[in-house]
Each structure stands twice: as structure tokens, then as C-alpha cells.
């Protein structure tokens, strides 16, 4: 891994096959987690994404999903950033894959608390617009 970039994040893409799968595997799932990941062949920080459920105990699927990333679309960030884990509700993912998309777009925003969040999108965006779907971020996430 050379040439790391932290002033700018790429756009991300979430194969709708790999979470369709996920929900079959972990059906009481109520949120997804996507955490900040670094590593493979990627110069940049990148997402893995894992289920949450509550039922019958509380806990996090055993396995992750890592997210595409495009390097040839970045995003510029604003300094400092609070990088951490954002979360999207279940009831939002399968909205989104209900348009028969191939992938979601996740695409970097910061709020005015510094903190980073993606705006996301079934489908290719074809720019870094607001999107009617963003995660959350956590802290200080509020889920809803």
C-alpha cells in the first residue's frame, strides 16, 4: 500500500448480490455497520460492512463485506475528519435494493461536526450529490 490518501476517500460500491446474501444469512438483522477498513491493495481508507441484530442476543454477524472503491471518483475532505463507524437501518438497505440496482453508491460527505458519513444511492451516481438515503454516523449516531 503506497502513496496512503487522507485528503480525499473514493466512492464506494456495496454489490446488492453480497447483501442480498448477508440478509439471508442473518435474518434478524436490524442495522448494517460500516466501519472505516484499511488494507489490500487500496491506497485509501475504505468500508466494511457487517450486520447488526438484537435477537435473541445481541450482536454482530461473524463476517464483513468489504466495499469497492472507485479511486478514479474522490471525494475532497475538509480538515480534521472524525472517522468511525456509520450505521444505515435495515428497512433503508432493502428500499435501496429494490430498484434492482447492481450496487449501491456510497459517496463521503462531512457534516459540520467533522464527521464522516456517506451519501448513498442504488445505481451509479453520476455526481457526489445529496442523496435521499445517508448513514448515520456513530458516535453520534442517532439510529432511527
Known sequence: ????SLHSLPWLTYDVRLI???????PETEYFVFSP??????????LVAFSYQRTPLPVY????????PDNARRVELPQPVVMGNNVLPVTTIKKLIEANSVALTFVPAVRDNKYLYYNVQAGDLGSPSESDYKTNPCPP???I
Open 37 to 46: 477498513y484499511l488494507g489490500g491493495h487500496h491506497a485509501s481508507v475504505g
Open 61 to 68: 454477524s461473524s463476517t464483513f463485506d468489504i466495499l469497492t
Open 141 to 143: 449516531a442517532t439510529i
Open 20 to 26: 442480498k446474501e448477508r440478509l439471508i444469512n442473518f
Open 1 to 4: 500500500m503506497q502513496n496512503l
